[in-house]
T-cell receptor, first 113, second 114 residues
């Protein structure tokens, strides 16, 4: 069966520091991968998605970037964090193709001080 | 781009009653409509989904209906139980570049009271 791992679970970072969140998927090949941000009490906003190694689509202009160095690894990064980057970050995966369900990881709660 | 509106934002029902959550979408090209349940501090979990070639789908106490003409879809939970209390999100999906891109509603906080 497929599993998705995200870490760390929680992170407290000072403003201006760098960020690296990692997500890996097991049990499937060539998944579609997604990064979402969820502000407190709000819905999920798609930040990036990837259909293959090195292929990244950005959905909203922001202070973050994403990379996919391996088939089942998706990384969310920032060179300098802003206060507004605080939130709950969720990675998700789906099979490639039409109308495939997305399955979420446990998320990383990021607090910027 | 796609815009998904979800109502109500909060919903309280008595145990055993039914709960209905409604969503509308704007892009007629959307063809996939999942529903997620998120308990406090946890990951969203897919509970049911429907594709645009189907008008209704049911799984035990949960059902989803889709009206493509009106561009709205609804989640129905019957015989609600306390463990149904959570935030529910609808989403509309559109195929793009080989992957499905989902746009989520803002969520409905469902509280099932004893």
């Amino acid at each position: 069966s497929q599993t998705i791992h995200q870490w760390p679970a929680t992170l407290v970072q000072p403003v201006g520091s760098p960020l690296s969140l990692e997500c890996t998927v097991e049990g499937t090949s060539n998944p579609n991968l997604y990064w979402y941000r969820q502000a407190a009490g709000r819905g999920l906003q798609l930040l990036f998605y990837s259909v293959g190694i090195g292929q990244i689509s950005s959905e909203v202009p922001q202070n973050l970037s994403a990379s996919r160095p391996q088939d089942r690894q998706f990384i969310l990064s920032s060179k300098k964090l802003l206060l507004s980057d605080s939130g709950f970050y969720l990675c998700a995966w789906s099979r490639g193709g039409t109308n495939q369900p997305q399955h979420f990881g446990d998320g990383t709660r990021l607090s910027i001080l | 781009g796609e815009n998904v509106e979800q109502h109500p934002s909060t919903l309280s029902v008595q145990e055993g009653d039914s709960a209905v959550i409604k969503c509308t979408y704007s892009d007629s090209a959307s063809n996939y409509f999942p529903w997620y349940k998120q308990e406090l501090g946890k990951r969203p979990q897919l509970i049911i989904d429907i594709r645009s070639n189907v008008g209704e789908k049911k799984d035990q106490r949960i059902a989803v209906t889709l009206n493509k003409t009106a561009k709205h879809f609804s989640l129905h939970i019957t015989e609600t139980q306390p463990e149904d209390s959570a935030v529910y999100f609808c989403a509309a999906g559109i195929l793009t570049g080989g992957g499905n891109k989902l746009t989520f509603g803002t969520g409905t906080q469902l509280k099932v009271e004893l």
